[in-house]
C-alpha cells in the first residue's frame, strides 16, 4: 500500500509541475492564506517519499491547503529557491503574508515534517522558525 502511495503521489507532483511551472509562469502567492510550498526534485523521487506521507496525512486534516499547494521542482524556477532561500530540495515551506512560518528540509521523517506543518496551519498566529 506505501507503495502504492508513493507512485500515485509522484506522478500526481510530477503531472502537476508540468502542468503548473512553464518558464513564463509567475508564482502566484495569495498573501492573506497560508501557503505551502513543496521544492521538488523529480530526479530523486525516493529521498522525498518521507515529504510524500506527510502530503497525504497532511491532506486529510488541511485539503484546501494541499490543494492549492505550490510545486517547483529543481530544473526550474531557479529564482523561486534563491527568494525563498532553498539550498537544496525536498524541501518544504509555509509562507504566510510574505514571511516563512516553517521550513523543513532535507532528510527527515514523515512525522517530522506533519507535525510543524499540522501546527502552523492550525494556528492564527504563527511566528517565523
Not at 506505501?2 to 509567475?26: G, M, R, W, Y
Not at 528540509?105 to 498566529?125: H, N
Request: aromatic share 14%; with cysteine; net charge negative.
Amino acid at each position: 500500500m506505501k507503495v502504492f502511495s508513493f507512485f500515485f503521489i509522484a506522478s500526481f507532483l510530477f503531472i502537476t509541475s508540468c502542468n503548473h511551472f512553464k518558464p513564463q509562469d509567475e508564482l502566484i502567492l495569495d498573501k492573506n492564506s497560508k501557503q505551502i510550498i513543496f521544492f521538488s526534485n523529480e530526479k530523486d523521487y525516493e529521498e522525498e517519499a518521507p515529504y510524500y506521507d506527510a502530503i497525504i496525512e497532511l491532506k486529510k486534516l488541511f485539503p484546501d491547503e494541499i490543494k492549492n499547494m505550490k510545486i517547483i521542482s529543481s530544473n526550474k524556477a531557479k529564482r523561486y529557491y534563491e527568494a525563498f532561500d532553498v539550498q537544496s530540495s525536498p524541501t518544504i515551506l509555509i509562507i504566510h503574508q510574505e514571511k516563512v512560518l516553517v521550513k523543513i528540509k532535507g532528510d527527515t521523517s514523515a512525522e517530522e515534517i506533519i507535525k510543524p506543518l499540522s501546527d502552523a496551519l492550525k494556528s492564527e498566529w504563527s511566528t517565523s522558525n
